[in-house]
């Protein structure tokens, strides 16, 4: 006997919305068969019902309430495509779940900020909220975690999980320009968000690394305690120091597990450029999974745009009308362990700038500091220069953060420092 048909209500019809009813349109006979039933959008919803948009609407039933959906008994599943932690996107999804419904919403800020208390109800409730496009976009990230990887223990979560900022990096070294200047273009060709913090801020990589972490480490999500650096300090001369000595430099989100707990971070970091992350250009998102059995893996796509994240939720609505329901972050979220978060004290290598007055035992006095925090100089460069003041580059050992930033504050205070000092931590993947 046929099934019935999976009747879903989609709220929001921007760049993904519009994506989600494009591919459930054109590829309706491919999803039909691997869904077992047909997919059948019986509401559509966003705020200005007569906005012009790239899709004739005509034939859906348009909601203006978008309450009223998820309170709508014929609908079983909610998709959230508005944005947002909280407002709308909050109680619709929040109210979907307590009436039975499944929830797909490509929403990180959202299950960043409340994923355990709404994964709770969906636990309470049986049913799915589906995440799949919140990060990464087209790359089945969370399936890998939560599903092909969930034997292994898991030790490092890394990833490129932020197109613009990758976009603004790899544009900056190939035209030679300065951050703000790259920075106004993306945003004039629409990359950036309109808070930009969120993308050059670091806190959209936030977002998806917390997700992350809960993901592959069986923990609590803890946004806030990620410690978060965008992009905005990275000047060009750093990106062409880097070039020089065989790295690139990329904003990763870095989530690693110890005995000591979990670290979750974002921070611009050098990687070599012959690493799998040193080759990634323009939008493109990467993550790599380490597992105890399985070694570390590797994952590459498209991290945004309407086709992509379009992908990953019918992905998702697929599976919900096949009957596969996961448990939101891979177990029950009752169960999910709060773990304790560590945010010091990172041991990696560190790239240095300083501005140094060009006269005899300057580099004397730089050594003794260094010596005195236990920082161990790898290589050490001082680049040519017309004036006064010499650029001295250095890369060090594997040193504690902590000790690093208390030399580099010390090193500020002398008078042959002549501009504030970068540090640029190096992961050499
Ligand atoms: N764009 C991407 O590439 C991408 C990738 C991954 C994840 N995401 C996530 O996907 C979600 C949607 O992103 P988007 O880029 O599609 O956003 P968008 O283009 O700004 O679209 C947002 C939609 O929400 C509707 N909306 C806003 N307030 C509403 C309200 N109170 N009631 C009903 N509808 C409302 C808007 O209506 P109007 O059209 O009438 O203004 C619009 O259709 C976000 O959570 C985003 O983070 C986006």
Redesign the pocket.
């Known amino acids: 006997m046929e099934k019935d048909p999976l009747k879903i209500g989609i709220?929001?019809?921007?760049?993904?919305?519009l994506g989600v009813i494009d591919l459930l349109t054109r590829n309706i006979e491919t999803i039909t068969l691997r869904a077992g039933r047909e997919i059948k959008i019986s509401g559509i919803?966003?705020?200005?019902k007569n906005?012009k948009r790239q899709i004739d609407l005509s034939k859906f039933q348009w909601i203006s309430d978008?309450l009223a959906l998820s309170n709508d008994d014929e609908i079983d599943v909610i998709v959230e495509?508005?944005?947002g932690e909280d407002g709308?996107a909050r109680s619709i999804t929040e109210k979907a779940l307590l009436n039975n419904k499944h929830v797909v919403t490509?929403?990180?800020?959202l299950i960043a900020h409340h994923g355990h208390y709404l994964a709770l109800i969906a636990e309470e409730q049986e049913v799915a909220l589906n995440f799949e496009?919140?990060v990464a976009?087209g790359i089945p990230i969370i399936k890998i975690l939560r599903e092909s990887l969930s034997g292994n223990e898991v030790s490092r979560v890394y990833g490129v999980i932020n197109g613009t900022c990758n976009y603004i990096l790899t544009q900056m070294e190939n035209d030679q320009q300065d951050y703000s200047r790259i920075f106004k273009q993306a945003q004039d060709l629409g990359f950036v968000e309109k808070d930009p913090s969120l993308d050059v801020g670091g806190i959209d990589s936030a977002h998806k690394i917390a997700i992350l972490a809960s993901l592959a480490f069986g923990s609590r999500i803890n946004f806030d305690n990620v410690l978060v650096k965008g992009i905005e300090s990275i000047s060009l001369v750093d990106i062409k120091n880097a070039n020089a000595m065989g790295y690139r430099i990329k904003l990763l989100g870095l989530a690693s597990k110890s005995k000591a707990g979990i670290n979750q971070e974002v921070e611009p970091c050098l990687v070599p450029r012959e690493s799998l992350f040193g080759k990634l250009d323009g939008g493109t998102n990467m993550v790599m999974v380490e597992g105890n059995f399985v070694g570390q893996t590797h994952y590459i796509g498209p991290g945004?745009?309407?086709g992509p994240?379009a992908s990953s939720i019918v992905s998702d609505l697929i599976d919900i009308a096949k009957g596969n329901i996961s448990t939101t972050f891979g177990q029950k979220a009752s169960q999910l362990k709060i773990s304790s978060h560590v945010t010091e004290d990172l041991v990696s290598s560190f790239y240095m700038r300083f501005l140094l007055t060009d006269k005899p035992g300057t580099l004397a006095q730089l050594a003794g500091i260094l010596g005195k925090y236990a920082i161990s100089i790898n290589r050490m460069r001082q680049l040519h220069h017309k004036d006064e003041n010499a650029p001295v580059l250095i890369v060090t050992h594997p040193t504690q953060k902590t000790s690093l930033k208390s030399a580099i504050e010390e090193i500020s205070t002398l008078e042959i420092c002549k501009s504030e000092p970068v540090y640029i931590r190096i992961e050499d993947l």
């Not at 709220?11 to 919305?17: D, E, M, Q, R, S």
């Not at 919803?45 to 200005?48: F, P, S």
Request: hydrophobic fraction near 45%.
């Open positions: 709220i929001g019809l921007g760049t993904v919305g919803c966003a705020k200005r906005k978008p495509l508005i944005g709308v490509a929403n990180k800020a496009a919140a976009g945004a745009g309407a994240t």
